[in-house]
């Protein structure tokens, strides 16, 4: 390659390139990049884009709204809003057009179709393996990272086949054998193999160098770590007062809890955009009061000022009333029964039997019925679109929604398979108030169910439940299904080697009496009803589907 590229810099004003200071041609640009093998650049002027030589003549006559370097041979163009690869003669690699192309490393590229999935090409512009990613990255050492609709990543090599079968909540690519990794406790190192190369966690980590690497610690340290996971050096000490604040506002969670139930139940959100006096004649209330309020709901980012006229955030946007997935009513929900039951904690836990009829007190209550309704709808909409696909619907399925509270699954499972049946059963006081569009069912949960199914989805059920209520409603679901027909759990998935999701559990042991539970507490109590855990597939949000048939067909 010339030497030229090598000595060739965008120079300072990014219009050109030079050499030592000195122009290399006459001509000047809207911008430059550098120059890359075979001695091409690309440049910008007046909206177009395309590729120069060393002494400033266009490479070919071609134009595109955009262009960028040559790797391995090949640059990466966008035309009409299409991405794809071209020669250095500007001609395209291939025919196919991408909403999205990287460039080529190891020569191999990734690449995004028009409908969001991201998968690998060569150098032809062929796929190198059948599958879909959510999102892939570059090859280094052989491997990349790739990305699963629930978030997770893992590794695959120039196969597309996975390297190790470990998923990740974060991951980056191998360097040195080593790749840096996030769990739920923090980011650490794995080896090739896809293990942990030692036991402790951080809050980031940096590549090893030389057998080194930097590392910060959950507390604010900064260390120097071997690959064994030794500290060699400290570079900065824990902050002495992380873990003394750090509890001091968790005692104080309840700050958040009522300081959002009270911008519910006063209507303030409803009536925003507005500025405080004026707010605080619609809501009724003290101006400086509200004012202090209103900041609060500030350092929770729900709100922002500018001028003196508050305004909501993106996030604040959920506490809207009209919002589909409106959390106004959670906020209320949460602060109120709820938050008085936690007040039982200690004598739950002294073992003391506490009377948990939450959903009797909920039915009885028309006004709270509704509100609760709507917050867990709003979970509904959240979480579950993701999981429909995975159930595998056939066009003929009956499909039971049982504990369907105010139909917002069967009718997005309706929307998404129409050819299907969908029945959404719950109690008289919950059903006789549902709009006729939808199938339902008057049915208890503990009662033999007066249907036959060939898909039975308890989405957020089991877990409301001790285990002997699990099995007997479990019992009831295998009863009520048809041959081959599958049980289908919409639950959080407890891990063996984390704590998260304890808080949740609490959680249901002071207000309904149930838990979450590990995969392999719920294939126990599967199994103790003749259901056998077919597949486990992991979804966004902490919510997993557990498949299950009768063990005996």
């Known amino acids: 390659m010339n030497s030229g590229v090598f000595k060739a810099q965008v120079s300072e004003c990014h219009t050109h390139h030079s050499v030592d200071g000195m122009p290399l041609y006459s001509r000047r640009f809207?911008?430059?990049?550098?120059?890359?093998?075979?001695?091409?650049?690309?440049v910008t002027l007046r909206g177009n884009a395309w590729h120069i030589r060393l002494d400033g003549n266009d490479a070919y006559p071609h134009r595109f709204e955009k262009s960028f370097g040559f790797y391995c041979g090949l640059a990466s163009v966008c035309l009409n809003g299409e991405w794809f690869h071209i020669n250095s003669d500007g001609t395209p690699l291939y025919d196919a057009r991408y909403a999205f192309t990287g460039n080529y490393q190891s020569d191999l590229c990734v690449v995004c179709d028009q409908d969001g999935n991201y998968f690998h090409i060569d150098l032809n512009g062929n796929r190198i393996y059948p599958d879909n990613w959510k999102y892939c990255g570059d090859f280094r050492e052989?491997?990349?990272?790739?990305?699963?609709?629930?978030?997770?990543?893992?590794?695959?090599?120039?196969?597309?086949?996975?390297?190790?079968?470990?998923?990740?909540?974060?991951l980056d690519v191998y360097h040195k054998s080593y790749a840096r990794a996030r769990d739920a406790k923090g980011w650490h190192h794995i080896d090739i193999h896809g293990e942990p190369i030692y036991e402790d966690r951080y809050a980031s980590v940096e590549p090893y160098y030389n057998g080194c690497a930097r590392v910060e610690s959950l507390n604010g340290g900064l260390l120097i770590i071997d690959e064994s996971g030794a500290m060699i050096r400290q570079l900065r000490p824990d902050s002495v007062t992380s873990n003394f604040h750090s509890l001091s506002a968790d005692m104080v969670g309840y700050w958040k809890t009522l300081t959002l139930a009270a911008a519910s139940q006063l209507g303030i959100i409803d009536h925003l955009p507005s500025m405080t006096d004026k707010l605080a004649v619609s809501?009724?209330?003290?101006?400086?009061?509200?004012?202090?309020?209103?900041?609060a709901l500030g350092e929770l980012g729900i709100l922002k000022a500018s001028e003196g006229i508050w305004f909501l955030t993106d996030k604040g946007q959920y506490l809207a009333k009209d919002h589909p997935k409106s959390l106004a009513t959670a906020a209320k929900e949460y602060a109120g029964d709820l938050l008085h039951r936690w007040f039982k904690l200690t004598d739950i836990i002294r073992g003391e039997d506490i009377p948990q009829d939450i959903f009797e007190a909920v039915v009885a209550d028309r006004t709270r019925s509704i509100e609760h309704h709507k917050m867990l709808s709003s979970y509904a909409i959240q979480d579950y679109p993701a999981l429909i696909d995975k159930i595998n619907v056939q066009e003929s399925d009956v499909i039971f929604d049982a504990g369907?509270?105010?139909?917002?699954?069967a009718r997005l499972i309706a929307q998404r398979h129409p050819q299907s049946r969908v029945i959404s059963g719950d109690k008289k006081g919950v059903v006789s108030k549902l709009p006729d569009d939808i199938e339902t069912l008057i049915f208890d949960l503990f009662n033999p169910w007066p249907l036959s199914a060939n898909k039975v989805i308890l989405a957020r059920v089991i877990h409301d439940w001790n285990d002997d209520q699990a099995i007997n409603i479990l019992q009831n679901a295998k009863d009520a299904l048809e041959p081959e027909g599958e049980v289908i759990l919409f639950e959080m998935l407890l891990s063996k080697d984390t704590f998260s999701g304890a808080l949740c559990d609490l959680h249901l042991m002071v207000t309904t009496g149930g838990q979450e539970r590990t995969t392999e507490h719920y294939e126990s109590l599967l199994n103790c009803v003749g259901l056998c855990l077919e597949e486990v597939i992991s979804g966004p949000e902490h919510v997993s589907i557990l498949r299950a048939k009768n063990a005996s067909v």
Do not use: E, N, Y
């Not at 809501?283 to 900041?295: E, F, G, K, N, Y």
């Open 30 to 42: 809207d911008s430059v990049l550098p120059f890359h093998a075979p001695g091409l650049a690309p």
């Open 142 to 170: 052989g491997m990349a990272v790739v990305q699963r609709v629930d978030g997770c990543s893992s590794h695959i090599d120039t196969g597309g086949r996975l390297v190790h079968g470990r998923w990740f909540k974060d």
């Open 283 to 295: 809501v009724q209330a003290d101006p400086m009061r509200l004012h202090r309020l209103l900041c």
């Open 404 to 409: 369907g509270g105010d139909g917002t699954l």
